[in-house]
């Protein structure tokens, strides 16, 4: 059976739920094919890179979020380089490009709460972990040489 495309596109058009015997082994090809295949870099330049795998808190009799957070973002930031996905699996992969450290990852968990994670090795996998948040907000600041909890907003 020939279906002819609309004008303004080139490619052949089957009707839903058609497969070929062509598509149906490419598929198969692809998904044996590239699913053992290791990400290695081979070029010259050794880039960063930093995997996060955010864990949400479970409680007992608390079925708010998931155990890996799906649903939420992750953003990363290291220097003037910016990335931010969705969290729709276990892990999460960022390219850091040049620089040794991720300055912060500002995670988003489905629920709505926000959680950072600073200065963060590049080659390694971090474990994120939920962590709970009090009812009021913290203020937090940085002496010279770490960040520090200066106070609540209740005691201020």
């Known amino acids: 059976m020939v279906i002819s495309a609309p004008p303004h596109r080139s490619r052949m058009y089957a009707p839903p739920g058609y497969k070929s015997r062509r598509m149906r082994s490419w598929r198969w090809a692809t998904r044996s094919i590239f699913q053992h295949i290791p990400l290695v870099n081979r070029g010259t330049k050794e880039y960063f890179w930093l995997t996060l795998r955010p864990r949400a808190l479970q409680l007992p009799g608390d079925g ?6 799906l649903g939420g973002e992750v953003e990363v930031r290291a220097g003037l380089l910016f990335q931010k ?6 892990m999460l992969h960022f390219g850091l490009g040049e620089h040794r450290a991720a300055n912060v990852a500002r995670i988003i ?10 200065e963060l ?12 948040q009090g009812s009021c907000p913290w203020l937090f600041a940085y002496d010279g040489e770490a960040m520090r909890s200066i106070t609540d907003f209740i005691r201020a």
């Open 121 to 132: 090795q590049a080659r390694q996998v971090v474990v994120a972990r939920q962590r709970l």
């Open 64 to 69: 708010r979020i998931n155990s890996f957070g």
């Open 85 to 90: 996905q969705p969290i729709a699996g276990p």
């Open 109 to 118: 968990w489905p629920n709505g709460d926000v959680q950072a994670e600073f």
